[in-house]
Antibody, heavy 116, light 108 residues
Framework: EVQLVQSGAEVKKPGESLRISCKGS????????ISWVRQMPGKGLEWMGR????????NYSPSFQGHVTISADKSISTAYLQWSSLKASDTAMYYC?????????WGQGTLVTVSS | QSALTQPASVSGSPGQSITISCTGT?????????VSWYQQHPGKAPKLMIY???NRPSGVSNRFSGSKSGNTASLTISGLQAEDEADYYC????????FGTGTKVTVL
């Protein structure tokens, strides 16, 4: 079964750093992109960017370029989404998804709450 | 690029058919056959329902179908059932990806 399992919920303070993870299994991890998608409370889906785990090439949405970093460790079939300095506006659910021109499957989501 | 435009809500009675539109431009929806659709129930992760405009993944009901005309893609749900009540998002892929604004489907 193709599966993406994400790390657990996080509660952070503004200015703190954070890295969340997404571990793939059941398929060749280097054969597909991994994308990250944000969903703010009560809002729609926003594509953040993607990574090719085979060579760590990344492609970001202009809306997120410079605000987050996407990385991957193909040796452990895991992709990451990282912030160096969180803001309250980063509070959201974050999903990873195996990606081609479609997204399937999706991880279960990681809820990030940023509050002082 | 802006998000693709979808109606905020669509409703129908059980057994009816409904269609959700997804309007982009000639640079995204109209220019490529890379439109996909996702169903999201409250508190759950999205699920792929249609890819490459009109293809259904294994396990997705044949009550779901997709099409495209010009810069507008459409998702049709036939034989509407209570379990179809959810949010639906389209997505277009070019050199990057974009989602639609989302449509809440209500089964009356």
């Amino acid at each position: 079964e193709v599966q993406l399992v994400q790390s657990g919920a996080e509660v952070k303070k503004p200015g703190e750093s954070l890295r969340i993870s997404c571990k793939g299994s059941g398929y060749s991890f280097t054969s597909y992109w991994i994308s990250w998608v944000r969903q703010m409370p009560g809002k729609g889906l926003e594509w953040m960017g993607r990574i090719d785990p085979s060579d760590s090439y990344t492609n970001y949405s202009p809306s997120f370029q410079g605000h987050v970093t996407i990385s991957a460790d193909k040796s452990i079939s895991t992709a990451y989404l990282q912030w160096s300095s969180l803001k309250a506006s980063d509070t959201a659910m974050y999903y990873c998804a195996r990606a081609s021109d479609w997204f399937d499957p999706w991880g279960q989501g990681t809820l990030v709450t940023v509050s002082s | 690029q802006s998000a693709l435009t979808q109606p905020a809500s669509v409703s129908g009675s059980p057994g009816q058919s409904i269609t959700i539109s997804c309007t982009g431009t000639s640079s995204d929806v109209g220019g490529y056959n890379y439109v996909s659709w996702y169903q999201q129930h409250p508190g759950k992760a999205p699920k792929l329902m249609i890819y490459d405009v009109s293809n259904r993944p294994s396990g997705v009901s044949n009550r779901f179908s997709g099409s495209k005309s010009g810069n507008t893609a459409s998702l049709t749900i036939s034989g509407l059932q209570a379990e179809d009540e959810a949010d639906y998002y389209c997505s277009s892929y070019t050199s990057s990806s974009f989602f639609g604004t989302g449509t809440k489907v209500t089964v009356l």
